[in-house]
């Protein structure tokens, strides 16, 4: 019986291999099938635009540059590109490595770029300062970056030359873009609509194309973000080095609004959201917190801060609102009319000195100015670490 069985096992085997021998690959329809399947092209972009505003929001540089990358369905097959712009004249071909290599030299040269940078950003700023004082500091600031920037320079280390030498030079050899790349940058003259198509062809000459209408917005300022001053209520953190934690924060008049706030420290570090000092408001709600800051109207911003109310037997809350300047007191700025947002926090759950995080957004309307107001009743209570931003 084992040889019987032995013996039907091989003559299987060889019927297999004599079906297999039969099997012509050069027959039609027989062996590999031919890829009948062609490209379907698409393509991504990428904003990578610039533009530089004045204090008066005139524009003084723009470039519309944006990266256009291709593709297909097909991960091999699509070899060949083809770009067509329309409108086409005076639009710009860059090389998509260019960018990625001046990054590379500003990376190389981090410390002279960093200080370079802070530099261009002061004396950007200081034509826009109508401040003395201000400006006095911030010139003052400019010649010690400038003596930095100096010694960065000289402590370039011969690798480092050697490095921004040879990225300089791989950027003297890129060749130009081309209407042929897969990825280019295109550097449109002007914002406007453009009609962009790709052509896309496989190694089989089997090719599709693809269409669309692309619009290149006009640059608009970016808003600026508004300066809170000392909003961590440290000592030392105007704009001079001065300050107590709280001169950013007195009212016009304390007996239109009561008396600025008062001052709770901590020598561990931690043991607050943001430094060694944080504003205190004793449970009397005698105390308040008052700054005029500067906003773009029409824009919308979101403030955030950390909060605590001590628990107790009595009931206490605190409120930071944000007001319209209008209000002349602390009476009429609690009208509703004037709150333009407002954010109130008790101690029904609070946990003894565990700070809770808070945000108010708010819109500016028409206005340039706003009043941020602090205010408590009950308890004592505690702000710190004051944030503002756009609201993209």
Do not use: H
């Not at 403030?303 to 009595?314: I, K, R």
């Not at 926090?345 to 808070?358: C, E, I, M, R």
């Amino acid at each position: 019986m084992k040889n019987y069985l032995f013996n039907l096992k091989y003559v299987a085997v060889g019927a297999l291999v004599s079906l297999a021998s039969c099997v012509n690959d050069d027959l039609p329809e027989v062996g590999d099938l031919p890829d009948f399947t062609g490209p379907t092209p698409f393509y991504s972009t990428t904003d990578v635009s610039s533009s530089e505003f004045d204090c008066d929001d005139n524009e003084i540089t723009a470039n519309y540059d944006f990266n256009f990358k291709a593709g297909s369905n097909l991960a091999v097959n699509g070899t060949m590109y083809e770009w067509t712009i329309t409108p086409d004249t005076e639009i710009d071909l860059i090389n998509k490595d260019l960018p990625i290599l001046e990054q590379s030299i500003a990376n190389a040269d981090a410390a002279v770029v960093g200080i370079q940078s802070e530099i261009d950003k002061i004396e950007f700023k200081i034509p826009c300062e109508t401040d003395p004082a201000k400006v006095a500091v911030m010139q003052a600031t400019v010649a010690d970056l400038k003596v930095d920037l100096a010694a960065a320079e000289a402590a370039r280390t011969p690798e480092t030359i050697a490095t921004i030498d040879d990225l300089n030079a791989q950027i003297a050899a890129l060749p130009a873009g081309s209407l042929n790349d897969q990825e280019v940058i295109f550097a449109f003259p002007s914002p406007g609509d453009y009609d962009v198509a790709l052509k896309v062809t496989d190694n089989l000459g089997k090719f599709d194309t693809t269409e669309k209408s692309f619009t290149v917005l006009q640059a608009i300022p970016t808003i600026p973000v508004p300066e809170i001053g000392e909003a961590g209520f440290e000592d030392g953190d105007l704009f001079d080095g001065s300050g107590d934690g709280r001169d950013s924060w007195r009212s016009p008049s304390s007996s239109k609004w009561g008396s600025v706030f008062q001052i709770n420290n901590t020598s561990v570090e931690g043991r607050l959201p943001e430094g060694f000092q944080a504003a205190k408001f004793p449970a009397d709600g005698s105390r308040v917190g008052y700054q005029e800051i500067e906003v773009t109207p029409g824009a919308t911003y979101v403030l955030t801060y950390f909060s605590t109310v001590d628990p107790g037997a009595n009931f206490g809350d605190i409120t930071v609102s944000v007001i319209n300047p209008a209000a002349a007191d602390l009476a009429q700025a609690q009208l509703p009319a004037n709150i333009i947002a407002s954010k109130t926090s008790d101690n029904t759950a609070t946990v003894q000195d565990v700070f809770t995080n808070n945000a108010i957004t708010f819109e500016a309307g028409t206005l340039d100015k706003v009043i941020i107001l602090l205010t408590n009743s009950g308890a004592e209570g505690r702000l710190d670490a004051f944030q503002i931003s756009v609201k993209q």
